[in-house]
T-cell receptor, first 113, second 111 residues
């Protein structure tokens, strides 16, 4: 089965701790994306990567970091510098240029207290 | 600006009716347009993509694109209660390597 997996589904952390969210895809897609969704709001782009070892900041990159060491994997670290980290985090992938459809993983719901 | 705007709703339609969802975008050079369905607590699911002016039909769904007026719409025929969800419009503006999303329209189909 081809698809995008995110783990864990739910994640609870104490304030001040860094946390890493996993995203893996076996669709052979070149591009991968991280979005954040807050209640009643649209998707906001955190980071994206079009090729291995390269990534770009999105609209709300502050307090987050990513790596792209393998085509299949694009983990997101939520650092203690992120002021309001509680949210629904969505990973997506697409074939790349020209930009066509993006497909989403099931998401990780992060709660920081 | 590369904004995508949708009426947040909620939009309520009776079962069996046609639901019409609209989206406008600001970047005239946008080339790719998508509709996603998102059930409460779940991730968005791609249901339609459209790239050229006109209509594109897929089962009960029809996407309509009018680049001159900068709007894209989604029609759902014979609406079912299972269609109750939030529908997100997404656009790929000129030169962008990512999609811009609207805030979504919440649809409720009443049995």
């Amino acid at each position: 089965d081809g698809g995008i997996t995110q783990s864990p589904k739910y994640l609870f952390r104490k304030e001040g701790q860094n946390v890493t969210l996993s995203c893996e895809q076996n669709l052979n897609h070149d591009a991968m994306y991280w979005y954040r969704q807050d209640p009643g709001q649209g998707l906001r782009l955190i980071y994206y990567s079009q090729i291995v070892n390269d990534f770009q900041k999105g609209d709300i990159a502050e307090g987050y970091s990513v790596s792209r060491e393998k085509k299949e994997s694009f983990p997101l670290t939520v650092t203690s510098a992120q002021k309001n980290p509680t949210a629904f985090y969505l990973c997506a992938s697409s074939k790349g240029r020209p930009l066509r459809e993006q497909y989403f993983g099931p998401g990780t719901r992060l709660t920081v207290t | 600006q590369k904004e995508v705007e949708q009426n947040s709703g909620p939009l309520s339609v009776p079962e069996g009716a046609i639901a019409s969802l609209n989206c406008t975008y600001s970047d005239r050079g946008s080339q790719s347009f998508f509709w996603y369905r998102q059930y409460s607590g779940k991730s968005p699911e791609l249901i339609m993509s459209i790239y050229s002016n006109g209509d594109k039909e897929d089962g009960r769904f029809t996407a309509q694109l009018n680049k001159a007026s900068q709007y894209v719409s989604l029609l759902i025929r014979d609406s079912q209660p299972s269609d109750s969800a939030t529908y997100l419009c997404a656009v790929n503006p000129t030169g962008a390597n990512n999609l811009f999303f609207g805030t979504g329209t919440r649809l409720t189909v009443i049995p």
